[in-house]
């Protein structure tokens, strides 16, 4: 009896599923395919809020809420992403507040922040 293996490829990584962790429990929103280096995409939980979802370029999923606190608008998966200190943030597209994308602190002002959410793929999770 042969038993045939088969390894993962590419293909399969980028269709994989990316989940959220909520308190719903995990929650599919898009393929990693669907997530491209530098640009957010918004997702709607089960319980109304909304989640701003990123990769890096290294492949890596992040999730944090898409609520601007500074303004209240839902709009951080629009904003521009970068790094400071080896840390990925985006920055708000309004008031240009950086937020970290693993832990959801704004860089800018440590008394705010945003949720940060557990992330997995078909690849493993990302624990934030």
Request: proline share 7%; hydrophobic share 35%.
């Amino acid at each position: 009896m042969t038993t045939a293996t088969r390894t993962r490829t590419e293909e399969d990584i980028a269709a994989a599923t990316v989940e959220i962790r909520c308190p719903q429990g995990w929650v599919a929103v898009c393929t990693l395919d669907d997530l491209i280096p530098g640009r957010g995409v918004a997702a709607l939980l089960p319980d109304g809020t909304q989640a701003a979802l990123f990769t890096d370029r290294a492949g890596q999923p992040y999730a944090i809420g898409n609520r601007d606190p500074f303004t209240g608008a839902q709009v951080l998966s629009r904003g521009l992403t970068g790094s400071a200190d080896g840390r990925p943030f985006v920055a708000s597209p309004l008031l240009k507040q950086r937020f970290d994308l693993a832990s959801g602190s704004c860089l800018d002002d440590p008394s705010v922040s945003v949720p940060a959410y557990r992330v997995r793929t078909g690849s493993g999770e990302r624990a934030h």
